[in-house]
């Protein structure tokens, strides 16, 4: 039986891109994997700062900005730069304290979906999860519990 637990872990290992960190992984997800913020669709972000009631500052996973970018969230809304940033991302009870630089998965809620429809910027997400930079191409994002 030892054999077969050695198989399943090199096929597990075989399908599983493994990142040397988030901002590897989001470029990638921004590139390949299609993002899409319609009908509560999960999505990839990386948070860019925390605010001090609790919520954060995400910049969602889009094909036309793969970027991180370097300054804080709060510098990047004083200079209105707002393209793919949420500024008012929630976490739901079960994801771990945030900082910048963790991937992870949100979505927008369907009320902001329609103002999304209205060609009006969404600043509002539901961060549901901490994620790994490793990716099963079966399974999805590792999820970080730590």
Known sequence: MKWLKSRR????????L?????????????KYIGSSLDN????????????ANGEYFVKVANADDP?????TGRELLEKGVLDHICV????????????????VMCFVPKEFNKLNALGLQV???????KLKPELNLARGWAVDKS
């Open 40 to 51: 509560e669709k999960p999505v990839l972000g990386v948070v860019l700062d925390t605010k």
């Open 123 to 129: 600043l509002m997400v539901i961060i549901t999860a």
């Open 18 to 30: 493994f990142f040397k960190d988030s901002k590897a992984a989001f470029e990638y997800a921004c």
């Open 67 to 71: 970027t991180i970018p370097a300054a």
């Open 9 to 16: 872990s090199k096929e597990h290992a075989a399908r599983t």
């Open 88 to 103: 008012c991302a929630k976490a739901t009870g079960q994801v771990p304290p945030l900082k910048r630089d963790d991937l």
